[in-house]
């Protein structure tokens, strides 16, 4: 059913306006595509170069064939799995996600052909080729995400949004997509459920151009890419459902804000029950399956990281003993999972007798909340301000990780006294193990707000992946090298 109020005022009821500038979505796309075609190309033409055996006896052993299948089926899987949906290309885990289960379901598919086929070199594909194109398409993907997200902090490629709902739940949205730029997405005008705004008509300076009521109005004159509802009465069932068939047509993305704002990723999924779309919200994960998967990671992954590292840990000892007396550790008790107490390890980078001092330093806390932080603190040492801001000093807490009390990714272990200080949501954190990284690390550390830092460690707790702890752990490189935070 057509909006009477567009044909009303003349509009186009069943056309849209599309923007040029979204063009960069379909071009992006393509890139992506053609960029994991030749990735997958290049691997199986490599190891059928290096490996092929073209004289084989029977057909099914041919390398031609092999490699062909394989990428057949690699590419299948992916467009199957929709890896390549605009919605998902250059933003959050799920991109990786999609990937990733694209290229087991097409080993699965691989081993089961061999099995059919007796292939005595299935092996190879499945354990060396499809790891190689999931290393060399994760590369080439990421690769392009950076030049995006570079593209998006200089006010390109993004996304135009219409944004709708209540004055409080819009400010919130234009407030996150000027934080986040690298999301995409660009608020350039709001409709309030009066229509009007004291401030010259504009809401923290994004234009006020209509009420509710003519959201699919506006989004079909001006061709917003993406009609953003936030939480308000006004949007009742029918009324969503209306703007929805009004929406019918164009290109615009409508997106429904639900009232659990924080709960995100695989915890939500919509169900048809008698008729009535409902959002379900499915419980925290942890234990099972995944979260043994996670503890074999984190083992193995601290075995490896300590193997690499152990020259540099070396070489960072010899400086913390050289620089200033006292041991080249620094022991302190923090609380992990289910509020259980810890040792956790770091290298020592303040002078002996530090922890006495801090009671005389008290009144210059700049930390946020609980969290007691000088950006100049007297007690450190010399090497202790590199150590510090380059997080080697917290190369010693792969031993926590190695012996089970801390994982590679989590919430911030806290000091028993910040954890008795906590109230029942913030209490949530203990719910898993602290982590060597985590969301508040790639975040800004010690720059965040206080409420701001508990919120990323809570939406860790509720919204955890294995996808997700990739995704953090290759951002921690980056945020380690520009040592944002870290004091």
Not at 69 to 81: K, N, P, Q, Y
Not at 369 to 377: E, Q
Request: with cysteine.
């Amino acid at each position: 059913m057509a909006d009477p109020l567009l044909a009303v005022r003349g509009l186009p009821v069943d056309g849209a306006i599309s923007r040029p500038a979204t063009d960069w979505e379909q071009r992006y796309r393509r890139a992506v595509i053609t960029s994991d075609t030749v990735a997958t190309a290049f691997v199986v033409t490599a190891i059928g170069g290096f490996f092929g055996v073209r004289d084989a006896a029977n057909w099914h052993e041919k390398w031609n064939i092999l490699a062909f299948g394989t990428e057949l089926l690699v590419l299948g899987a992916l467009a199957v799995s929709r890896a390549w949906a605009p919605a998902v290309l250059g933003q959050g885990a799920e991109e990786f996600r999609r990937l990733g289960r694209s290229l087991f379901t097409a080993a699965v598919v691989l081993a089961l052909g061999g099995v059919a086929l007796a292939s005595h070199n299935i092996k190879l594909w499945i354990f060396v080729a499809i790891p190689a194109i999931a290393l060399v398409t994760m590369t080439e993907r990421y690769l392009l995400r950076v030049w995006l997200h570079r593209q998006r902090q200089e006010g390109r490629c993004l996304r135009p949004v219409l944004a709708a709902g209540s004055l409080a739940t819009v400010r919130d949205l234009i407030a996150r997509t000027r934080k986040f730029p690298h999301l995409g997405w660009r608020v350039e005008a709001v409709c309030t459920p009066d229509g009007f705004w004291l401030d010259g008509d504009r809401l923290d300076g994004v234009p006020v151009v209509g009420r509710l009521a003519d959201v699919a109005l506006h989004v079909r004159r001006d061709g917003y890419r993406v009609v953003a509802l936030t939480p308000d009465p006004h949007w009742s069932p029918d009324r969503l459902q209306r703007l929805a068939w009004n929406l019918e047509g164009c290109d615009a993305e409508m997106v429904v804000a639900p009232v659990l704002m924080e709960v995100a990723g695989p915890r939500l999924h919509v169900d048809a029950v008698l008729g009535i779309p409902l959002l379900r919200v499915s419980m925290p994960i942890f234990t099972g399956g995944r979260r043994a998967v996670k503890e074999v990671v984190d083992r193995l992954g601290a075995a490896a990281l300590l193997m690499v590292f152990a020259p540099l840990m070396v070489l960072v000892g010899l400086l913390v003993l050289v620089d200033s007396r006292g041991g080249v550790f620094y022991r302190q008790r923090r609380v992990g999972k289910d509020g259980r107490e810890f040792t956790i390890v770091k290298f020592r980078t303040m002078v002996a007798g530090a922890d006495r001092a801090r009671a005389g330093l008290a009144d210059r806390n700049e930390g946020a909340g609980l969290l007691f932080k000088l950006r100049r603190d007297p007690r450190v040492t010399r090497v202790g301000t590199v150590l510090r801001r380059y997080s080697l000093d917290e190369l010693p807490q792969l031993f926590n990780v190695l012996t089970g009390s801390m994982s590679l990714v989590g919430p911030r272990p806290p000091l028993p006294e910040e954890s008795a200080a906590y109230g029942p949501d913030i209490r949530r954190r203990l719910l898993v193990k602290p982590g060597l990284t985590g969301l508040w690390q790639i975040s800004g550390r010690s720059d965040l707000p206080w409420d701001e830092a508990v919120r990323l460690d809570l939406r860790y707790v509720e919204d955890w992946s294995l996808a997700l702890d990739t995704v953090i752990l290759w951002k921690t490189l980056r945020a380690v090298l520009q040592g944002q935070g870290a004091y």
